[in-house]
Structure formats: C-alpha cells, structure tokens
Nanobody
Framework: QVQLVESGGGLVQAGGSLRLSCAASGRTFSIYAMGWFRQAPGKDREFVAGISWSGSSTHYADSVKGRFTISRDNAKNTVYLQMNSLKPEDTAVYYC??????????????????WGQGTQVTVSS
C-alpha cells in the first residue's frame, strides 16, 4: 500500500500559477504510474494528468493541455503538477493517485487505486 500526501494548493487569481506536490511513501514509488485528478463541488472527479512510471510519457485532459505540466522525481518519491494560466473553472479539490499495477503509462483509464487526501485550489476571477 502507498500513502500519498498532497500539498501546494491555495487561492490564486485568474491567470496565476500554482505548483502541487504529492509525496509518496510505503512502497516502491518509481515503478508506478501516477495521476492527478480533481473534483469540483457538485461534479464528478475527473482525470487531469497522468505520467508513466519512468516519466517518459504524459497525458492530459483537453481542458488543461498547454497550461498544466505533470512531472515526477523518483529520487524524492514525489510527483508534481505545475498549473499555469489558471482559470476560475480550475477551482476544485486536487488529488494525486497511484496506479495499482507497476510499469504503467498513466493513462486516464488506468487502475488508480491509492489516493491522497486532496488539496484545495481556488481560482478567483
């Protein structure tokens, strides 16, 4: 089992930037694909970005392409989400998640089975 702790959320004006971090512990981080998801009030949780176990492959929701960047540092057991040009519609609780299986690609339909507690991102207009 892996434990995930997100940080870096906050309140930012539209057009601003935030960097989320997700620290992992409890199992070998480097062989698992990771993902970021978000859930806005009254809406279902949605995939935001995913990264393969090696970091060589990334995937993004259309709504964030060109604005968000997912990355990982396997030496620090941490995955990041750099969010630029933020919009009010990006307001949500952001969660990181780990693929249940090793050596995955981080695709939206991957079997993400471990979740953090979430970090709130609020973008004001």
């Amino acid at each position: 089992q892996v434990q995930l702790v997100e940080s870096g959320g906050g309140l930012v004006q539209a057009g601003g930037s935030l960097r989320l971090s997700c620290a992992a512990s409890g199992r070998t981080f480097s062989i698992y694909a990771m993902g970021w998801f978000r859930q806005a009030p009254g809406k279902d949780r949605e995939f935001v970005a995913g990264i393969s176990w090696s970091g060589s492959s990334t995937h993004y929701a259309d709504s964030v392409k060109g604005r968000f960047t997912i990355s990982r540092d396997n030496a620090k057991n941490t995955v990041y989400l750099q969010m630029n040009s933020l919009k009010p519609e990006d307001t949500a609780v952001y969660y990181c998640a780990a693929d249940r299986s090793g050596y995955g690609l981080g695709l939206p339909k991957a079997d993400f089975g471990s979740w953090g507690q979430g970090t709130q991102v609020t973008v004001s207009s």
